[in-house]
T-cell receptor, first 113, second 112 residues
Framework: EAGVTQSPTHLIKTRGQQATLRCSPI?????VYWYQQALGLGLQFLLW???????NRGNFPPRFSGRQFPNYSSELNVNALELEDSALYLC????????????FGPGTRLTVL | QKEVEQNSGPLSVPEGAIASLNCTYS??????FFWYRQYSGKSPELIMF??SNGDKEDGRFTAQLNKASQYVSLLIRDSQPSDSATYLC????????????WGAGTKLIIKP
């Protein structure tokens, strides 16, 4: 069974540009979570989608947004990129709500120059 | 705000010894507890989870819960250099949106 997939693996942007990151959950999972992990730091919760709806949002500015598609895949958009947005962006999926086990994708490394 | 706390380390343990990692949580009603391992530059992977009804052993790993003191431990027996990683603890919490709350992780170094 395929795990969580993310694309692209690496993304290089310049300050002020927009970045789009994509995630496909494990088949049968309806929840998708996005996390930001800056180098050497812990997981910072960004967004949680379930059944196409945004269930919760972390303490990030509105330029971080996303959506979940009918097939449960998800997209994270970061507008007006800033240097401090450089980080590993991790997507996770779960099959039974917010308290369920989360399975992570390999991540997208975003570098803002 | 429900919290999950871990000592950031690094925790240095000689090869072959037992590594003991702790995680404290604030929500007394928490029913499940998760341990993940994250190698540098990689994504977290699930090691094991336990419910509030008891401890769990899986190979060299044992998760133990102390409900009275509100902490959960991960013991790694016969530590190997390949166990060197950051270990993340997660506990369901939150008020209106019940989801995993993550600790900052403990960096473990196994010295040969």
């Amino acid at each position: 069974e395929a795990g969580v997939t993310q694309s692209p693996t690496h993304l290089i942007k310049t300050r002020g540009q927009q970045a789009t990151l994509r995630c496909s959950p494990i088949s049968g999972h309806t929840s998708v979570y996005w996390y930001q992990q800056a180098l050497g730091l812990g997981l910072q919760f960004l967004l949680w989608y379930d059944e196409g709806e945004e269930r919760n949002r972390g303490n990030f500015p509105p330029r971080f947004s996303g959506r979940q598609f009918p097939n449960y895949s998800s997209e994270l958009n970061v507008n007006a990129l800033e240097l401090e947005d450089s980080a590993l962006y991790l997507c996770a999926s779960s099959g039974n709500g917010g308290a369920d086990t989360q399975y992570f994708g390999p991540g997208t490394r975003l570098t803002v120059l | 705000q429900k919290e999950v706390e871990q000592n950031s380390g690094p925790l240095s343990v000689p090869e072959g010894a037992i590594a003991s990692l702790n995680c404290t949580y604030s929500d007394r009603g928490s029913q499940s507890f998760f341990w993940y391992r994250q190698y540098s530059g990689k994504s977290p992977e699930l090691i094991m989870f336990i419910y509030s009804n008891g401890d769990k052993e899986d190979g060299r790993f044992t998760a133990q819960l102390n409900k009275a003191s509100q902490y959960v431990s991960l013991l790694i027996r016969d530590s190997q250099p390949s166990d060197s990683a950051t270990y993340l603890c997660a506990v369901p919490g939150g008020d209106s949106n019940y989801q995993l709350i993550w600790g900052a992780g403990t960096k473990l170094i196994i010295k040969p």
